[in-house]
T-cell receptor
Framework: DGGITQSPKYLFRKEGQNVTLSCEQN?????MYWYRQDPGQGLRLIYY???????QKGDIAEGYSVSREKKESFPLTVTSAQKNPTAFYLC???????????????FGSGTQLSVL | AQTVTQSQPEMSVQEAETVTLSCTYD???????LFWYKQPPSRQMILVIR??????QNATENRFSVNFQKAAKSFSLKISDSQLGDTAMYFC????????????FGTGTRLKVLA
């Protein structure tokens, strides 16, 4: 089945530790995104990538880093510089401007990150 | 820069009644897409409806319809014959029609359908 896989589902971070959230897609989509969702809040864009080896900062990129070495993969690292990392993280992909997908984002099931 | 604003943090509606969720946005672009997404308690994101800014006709998907007012930069969602399964967070979203694929969301409206 085609889709987006995020792992792990739950992740715990110790203070001062970097952690990496995985996002893999087999939809052959060019664009991938990372969003942060705080309880009862909207989705805030962290980073997005429109093509391999290229990515842009979103609205809340500080304390996060990404890479896009392969089309299928867009891992997000939450660094120790992110002082309030507890949130639900959603990865998404977009197949491009065609009628086939109605410009919709395909989402993973999310990773809940908590601080120990 | 584009922004999307949802001014209603929470709403409730009786089952079978109609409810309208509001969304306003700010952009200097002329061609773009607008969306409503639903996030039920499972937290899985589901596309509800999509509107192309260059089309004057309001989009409709079964019980869901939009009122798109381009000059006012307003994009409201009407849910008719509300069902218990409509209980969810609803997010308004924006993407330009050309250039960057940046896709931004509003803060959401939590809708509760009451039996």
């Amino acid at each position: 089945d085609g889709g987006i896989t995020q792992s792990p589902k739950y992740l715990f971070r110790k203070e001062g530790q970097n952690v990496t959230l995985s996002c893999e897609q087999n939809l052959n989509h060019d664009a991938m995104y990372w969003y942060r969702q705080d309880p009862g809040q909207g989705l805030r864009l962290i980073y997005y990538s429109q093509i391999v080896n290229d990515f842009q900062k979103g609205d809340i990129a500080e304390g996060y880093s990404v890479s896009r070495e392969k089309k299928e993969s867009f891992p997000l690292t939450v660094t120790s510089a992110q002082k309030n990392p507890t949130a639900f993280y959603l990865c998404a992909s977009y197949g491009g401007r065609s009628n086939a997908t109605n410009e919709k984002l395909f989402f993973g099931s999310g990773t809940q990150l908590s601080v120990l | 820069a584009q922004t999307v604003t949802q001014s209603q943090p929470e709403m409730s509606v009786q089952e079978a009644e109609t409810v309208t969720l509001s969304c306003t946005y700010d952009t200097s672009e002329n061609n773009y897409y607008l969306f409503w997404y639903k996030q039920p308690p499972s937290r899985q994101m589901i596309l509800v409806i999509r509107q192309e800014a260059y089309k004057q006709q309001n989009a409709t998907e079964n019980r869901f319809s939009v009122n798109f007012q381009k000059a006012a930069k307003s994009f409201s969602l009407k849910i008719s014959d509300s069902q218990l399964g409509d209980t969810a967070m609803y997010f308004c979203a924006f993407m330009k029609r050309s250039g960057t694929y940046k896709y931004i969301f509003g803060t959401g409206t939590r809708l509760k359908v009451l039996a």
